[in-house]
């Protein structure tokens, strides 16, 4: 695509720009891209291990093979637009004081074994994990990429400029990306949806907001950082579940407790 050359095309440039603009729901990049920079995040995340120091997963193996069920129960529900397409990969954190998860585009998962040991249940843990899926699967790192950087992304990709010296600016800087409040609304519903299709007691991700509200305040920091307002989506999730009529039941409580004692 080339930057119009005639004025009448011009009009035709800025409207299609004003349009963009219009609508939160544009995306100006491909899901490949998404794929690609998950890529790159993933290994600037592996090459720094001192800021990320990722849980090996030959040495933890069971632990890991119990993440992965959670996960694989909630790409089976066949509501993950990208499930065929994206990693849908798991890595563990090994630090105990931080409470929190991040997915990088492409479906790359970072959960720190801080908040695996805080959480109390599994179908908490599949709460957080069916939000962080969310997260990846609606795109919403590209999509709020494409509302920030409307214009000059625009003009990038029209002037070809989509190779890896973009990517290589923006890499680092989004494995803190904080997500407007509108995507995370977004996520906890997607999340909720994909909860209600299978066995678990479908607002776990309320159980754990509800349980993040009643810890004391300066063990918080990481995730309220990126996920505010813990009160009234706990309100949303479990009127979500009972909109949608959930009828999973599952905790795993007991066999959860005993996955925890298999952390380091
Ligand atoms: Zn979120």
């Known amino acids: 695509m ?5 004025p009448f095309r011009y009009i035709g440039f800025v409207v299609l720009v004003a ?6 729901n544009y995306n100006l990049y ?46 089976n529900t066949g509501l993950l637009r990208y499930k065929d397409e994206f990693a849908w990969e798991v890595k563990l954190l090994d630090d105990a004081d931080v409470l929190n998860a991040f997915v ?3 479906g790359y998962i970072y959960v ?7 959480l109390e249940s599994e179908d908490q843990l599949a709460g957080v994990l069916a939000h962080e899926m969310a997260h990846a699967d609606l795109r919403h790192a590209s999509r709020q990429m494409s509302q920030k950087n409307s214009l000059s992304t625009v003009l990038a990709v029209a002037g070809g400029a989509t190779g890896t010296g973009y990517l290589t600016d923006i890499g680092a800087s989004l494995v803190s990306l904080k997500f407007s409040r509108s995507f995370e609304k977004e996520a906890d519903r997607m999340a909720i949806r994909l909860l209600c299709a299978t066995d678990y007691q479908a607002d776990g991700l309320a159980g ?27 309100e949303k999730i479990k009127k979500s579940a009972t909109d949608l009529n959930c009828q999973g039941s599952t905790t795993n409580r007991r066999t959860y407790q005993r996955m925890k004692r298999w952390l380091p």
């Not at 080339?2 to 005639?6: F, N, Y």
């Open 2 to 6: 080339k930057i119009p050359d005639t």
């Open 104 to 106: 990088t585009p492409g």
């Open 30 to 75: 491909t899901p490949r891209y998404d794929q690609r920079l998950g890529d790159k995040m993933k290994r600037e995340i592996e090459n720094a291990p001192l800021k990320y120091p990722i849980l090996a997963e030959a040495e933890h193996q069971r632990i890991y093979d119990y993440i992965n069920g959670i996960v694989d129960a909630l790409l």
């Open 19 to 24: 349009t963009l603009y219009s609508c939160a």
């Open 112 to 118: 720190y074994t801080g908040l695996i040991k805080y």
């Open 208 to 234: 754990f907001f509800e349980k993040l509200e009643s810890t004391e305040s300066t063990r918080l920091p990481a995730f309220l950082s990126t996920h505010p307002n813990p009160g009234k989506r706990v």
